[in-house]
């Protein structure tokens, strides 16, 4: 049985008669307990999952080698963790059907998705007979990472050593390997593999094909209805400028030539608004 005191003071009494002071709801109390205890159970219904800090060229082959032969001997799930996902322009799943992919993806999605290089690593997986699925992350960093491996109830990452001198990209997107051991709880084993080191900096801007060249047309449609909202938005703040413009002149507050360029700004901001409109279209 629980009183309310205050608003942020309970009495709570137990079945043994024991009064406790607290200063959390039960109910809320109860019902985050709940939530970590559904989550904990459907953590141990899985199979154990190992998650590999992946990228879409070949400069993360000893991770995947090793992330492979780990998942094989324990007989995991693995999950190919791609961080050449992340972009500051471009949103990995198409902004009009995102909800229809649900983690982790396939091979056969990861190509819907213009990810065919990622798909391909998940298939040889498969083909030495792991489980093996992928992940394409909207956030950048090692903390992102982490996060999803928790949320799959993995228990082992395997990141490449690399991390452990990293380069200035990688030190602005939070992806180092003391970015890792930061946020890293305790139960979750950080696997640093060597054989990578070779890689450069150079080597991440000469990234695959899929990416630059030839993109999912879902993608290119969604990038399609991101420029249409710009467009659309800075069309307008033109016409809106127009008008505060023409008003002011109108009322005599703004010199009269400055209508000009008021009727300049809403043509330009009329013709933005009505161009705004996606071109991309779906094979």
Not at 120 to 143: H, K
């Amino acid at each position: 049985m629980s009183l309310r005191l205050t608003d942020d003071v309970y009495l709570e009494i137990n079945p043994i008669e024991m009064v406790l002071l607290t200063t959390e709801e039960p109910s809320k109390k109860a019902n985050s307990e709940r939530r970590e205890m559904q989550l904990d159970i459907e953590n141990s219904k899985r199979p154990p999952t190992v998650v590999a800090c992946a990228a879409e060229t070949n400069r993360r082959a000893a991770v995947w080698s090793s992330a492979v032969r780990l998942a094989a001997a324990r007989e995991a799930r693995l999950i190919l963790y791609d961080t050449d996902a992340t972009s500051l322009w471009t949103d990995p799943f198409p902004e009009f059907d995102s909800g229809r992919y649900q983690h982790p993806l396939s091979s056969a999605e990861l190509r819907e998705l213009g990810r065919a290089d990622l798909a391909t690593q998940v298939d040889n997986a498969r083909a030495r007979g792991v489980d093996a699925y992928g992940w394409l992350p909207r956030t950048p960093g090692a903390e992102a990472l982490i996060a999803y491996a928790k949320a799959e109830g993995a228990d082992t990452v395997v990141l490449s050593r690399q991390l452990e001198a990293p380069s200035l990209g990688q030190r602005l997107a939070l992806l180092t390997a003391d970015n890792a051991r930061e946020v890293a709880p305790p139960e979750l084993t950080l696997e640093f593999v060597s054989g990578d080191e070779q890689w450069t900096e150079a080597s991440e801007v000469a990234s695959s094909p899929v990416n630059i060249v030839d993109a999912a047309a879902t993608r290119a449609l969604g990038s399609a209805f991101r420029a249409s909202r710009l467009l659309t938005a800075t069309g307008i703040g033109l016409l809106v400028a127009a008008l505060l413009l023409a008003g002011g002149a109108m009322w005599g507050l703004l010199p009269l030539p400055l209508m000009v360029g008021a009727v300049a700004l809403g043509i330009s901001g009329g013709v933005m608004v009505a161009s705004a409109r996606p071109r991309a279209h779906l094979a």
